[in-house]
Structures are given as structure tokens and as C-alpha cells.
T-cell receptor, first 114, second 111 residues
């Protein structure tokens, strides 16, 4: 099992540019979560999907952030336009669902917006 | 929604001593309580979890206790070692809903 896969692992971009983060959940998992982690705010849930359907996006900071899950094996988190305050580590996690509630995290994408 | 509070935010212990981290939650419907360990620059990884139908669970030097009446749960690490140094997060969830994390505890084990 390859675990949750995220790409890119590191991203450096300039303010105003579009950033797209990608996630491949563990095969057979039916829930996917996007988190943002900073020193100041800790680990924040941005949005999560059950069976590819967005369930709760109340954690998405503002309209500059959007997330999609077109199929069970792929999700994207897009920031457009990016700002320096978006600099953080973005984690994707997946969960099998049903009686299996454990979330498994990907390696994260370290984003730096200059 | 669920709110999870975690204390202390930092904890320093001498190698061989025990460490205890405490969390409280607000939603009495929460029934799953995992603990994650995050080493510097790495992803959070599950170290132990407990469900609401048990009061205590142990795995070698790690144990978790749950008090549903008081809505709090704790992580206990005995015989701490330098490699236990990390940030520890508690979390709470119910069913297939989202999971809420505590703010984290930075544990330092001094050799």
C-alpha cells in the first residue's frame, strides 16, 4: 500500500499566482480531508469529502480557495490568487469509512508564497 | 460542532519519567478518540486510539484513558525516551463526520 500521495512536496510561488495541490488517497478509502498547518493556527480542517462529495467546506478561508474530487482516486486544492499568508504545510488525509475511522495523512505539501 | 482543547501546550520531562497530555471535548456524541504523533517535518501518524465503549487502552509504553462522563481523555507515556520528543495531537470524531484536533503538545524528553 503506497499510502496517501501528495504532490508537489514543495512549492515556491509568487503572490498572485495560482497554486494547485494534488492528492491521491489510499485505494478503497471513501473519505478525503484537506488540512492546513501553521505554527500560529495549528492543524486546521479546510474541507472534507465523503464518496467524492464535499460535505463541509466551512474551514476554507475564503473564495480564493477551492477543492475538487472528480473521482475516488484524486483530489485537488487550488489557491487563486495566492497570498503570502497562505504559506503553510497542506496535508491531505484519507479514511476508509464505515467502522474504520482512522485518518491516514499524506506527507504534505510545503507551500511558500513570496 | 465539536471543540477539542489540549493541555499543556509544551511539556518537558527527563528521560525515563512519565508524560501525561490531557484533552477535553464538547460533543457528547463523539465516540472515537485518536492520538497522533508528529515529528519535525513529518506527517502526523496515529499512535493509539480509543473508542467510547472502553475506558482504557494500552500499547507497550503508551496508554490512553477516556472519561465519557467528564468528556476528557488523556495520553500517558511511561519510561520516556528521547525519540518520544515530538508534537502530539489529540482528536475527537463521531461516525463518518469530520475529526477535530487539539492544538498540540510539544513534548521534549531530555537525555
Amino acid at each position: 500500500d503506497a499510502g496517501v500521495i501528495q504532490s508537489p512536496r514543495h512549492e515556491v510561488t509568487e503572490m498572485g499566482q495560482e497554486v494547485t495541490l494534488r492528492c491521491k488517497p489510499i485505494s478503497g478509502h471513501n473519505s478525503l480531508f484537506w488540512y492546513r498547518q501553521t505554527m500560529m493556527r495549528g492543524l486546521e480542517l479546510l474541507i472534507y469529502f465523503n464518496n467524492n462529495v464535499p460535505i463541509d467546506d466551512s474551514g476554507m478561508p475564503e473564495d480564493r480557495f477551492s477543492a475538487k474530487m472528480p473521482n475516488a482516486s484524486f483530489s485537488t486544492l487550488k489557491i487563486q490568487p495566492s497570498e503570502p499568508r497562505d504559506s503553510a504545510v497542506y496535508f491531505c488525509a484519507s479514511r476508509r469509512g464505515g467502522t474504520e475511522e482512522t485518518q491516514y495523512f499524506g506527507p504534505g505539501t510545503r507551500l511558500l508564497v513570496l | 460542532g465539536e471543540n477539542v482543547e489540549q493541555h499543556p501546550s509544551t511539556l518537558s520531562v527527563q528521560e525515563g519519567d512519565s508524560a501525561v497530555i490531557k484533552c477535553t471535548y464538547s460533543d457528547s456524541a463523539s465516540n472515537y478518540f485518536p492520538w497522533y504523533k508528529q515529528e519535525l517535518g513529518k506527517r502526523p501518524q496515529l499512535i493509539i486510539d480509543i473508542r467510547s465503549n472502553v475506558g482504557e487502552k494500552k500499547d507497550q509504553r503508551i496508554a490512553v484513558t477516556l472519561n465519557k462522563t467528564a468528556k476528557h481523555f488523556s495520553l500517558h507515556i511511561t519510561e520516556t525516551q528521547p525519540e518520544d520528543s515530538a508534537v502530539y495531537f489529540c482528536a475527537a470524531s463521531m461516525g463518518n463526520n469530520d475529526m477535530r484536533f487539539g492544538a498540540g503538545t510539544r513534548l521534549t524528553v531530555k537525555p
